[in-house]
């Protein structure tokens, strides 16, 4: 995957993100930088640029890295396989859906 690929499909996550939590909780989006309050804690997601991953900071279940999958047009857990939509989701209690663009 190149940078730009990359940065495009991090930025559509984001934005996403944002635009579906901020219905159901307190969401803002600065710099790359996802910024999730909730009633367990404050969520952070952000694009790591170096790694190509989205990374997820969440008081619910700790510090987890994503890397885009092709093939399953998802952001996989890179050490558990599981999604990063369902796992966000499930923690804020918001149904999430995202496509690549």
Do not use: C
Request: charged share 20%.
């Amino acid at each position: 995957m190149t940078d730009s690929i990359f940065e495009t499909l991090a930025d559509s996550l984001l934005a996403t993100l944002e635009e579906a939590l901020g219905d159901h909780v307190d969401a803002e989006l600065q710099g790359g930088i996802l910024t999730v309050e909730g009633d367990a804690g404050t969520w952070i997601v952000n694009k790591h640029a170096p790694t190509r991953q989205v990374w997820l900071s969440s008081p619910i279940s700790g510090a987890r890295h994503y890397a885009f999958d092709a093939a399953a047009g998802q952001w996989l857990d890179t050490r558990t396989g599981g999604d990063l939509l369902a796992a966000l989701g499930d923690e804020l209690g918001v149904p999430l859906n995202w496509q690549a663009p």
